[in-house]
C-alpha cells in the first residue's frame, strides 16, 4: 500500500521561513517523479517543484531562488525548503508521486500560513 505523508507545515510569518517533508511508505520515491503541488480554496492545485523521473528539477516561476526541493533516499524523503516566505504562499502543500501508467498518489496535505 502506497502512502505519502507530509509534514511541516505551520503558520509563519513573511520573510520567514519551513521546511516541508514527505515520507514515502510502499513506494521507492527515488525512481518515481515526485512533485510538490499547492492549494488555495477555490483553485486547483498548481506545481511548485518538481524532480521527473529522470532526475531534472522543475520549479514554478513564482517561487524560483525562494523554494528547494530535495530527497534523502535513505529516508526515502522528499522537502520542500521555503525561504523569503510571501502571503501568497499560503495554502495546503501536497506531495504527489507519478508512478507511471496513470497510477499516481497524493498525500493528505499540509497547511501553510503565512501572516502577520
Known amino acids: 500500500q502506497v502512502q505519502l505523508v507530509e509534514s511541516g507545515g505551520d503558520l509563519v510569518q513573511p520573510g520567514g521561513s519551513l521546511r516541508l517533508s514527505c515520507a514515502g511508505s510502499?513506494?521507492?520515491?527515488?525512481?518515481?517523479?515526485v512533485a510538490w503541488y499547492r492549494q488555495t480554496p477555490g483553485q486547483q492545485r498548481e506545481l511548485v517543484a518538481a524532480f521527473t523521473s529522470a532526475g531534472i528539477i522543475k520549479y514554478a516561476e513564482s517561487v524560483k531562488d525562494r523554494f528547494t526541493i530535495s530527497r534523502d533516499n535513505a529516508k526515502n524523503t522528499i522537502y520542500l525548503q521555503m525561504i523569503k516566505l510571501k502571503p501568497e504562499d499560503t495554502a495546503v502543500y501536497y506531495c504527489h508521486a507519478d508512478l507511471g501508467a496513470a497510477v499516481e498518489h497524493w498525500g493528505q496535505g499540509t497547511q501553510v500560513t503565512v501572516s502577520s
Open positions: 510502499g513506494v521507492v520515491l527515488k525512481i518515481y517523479a
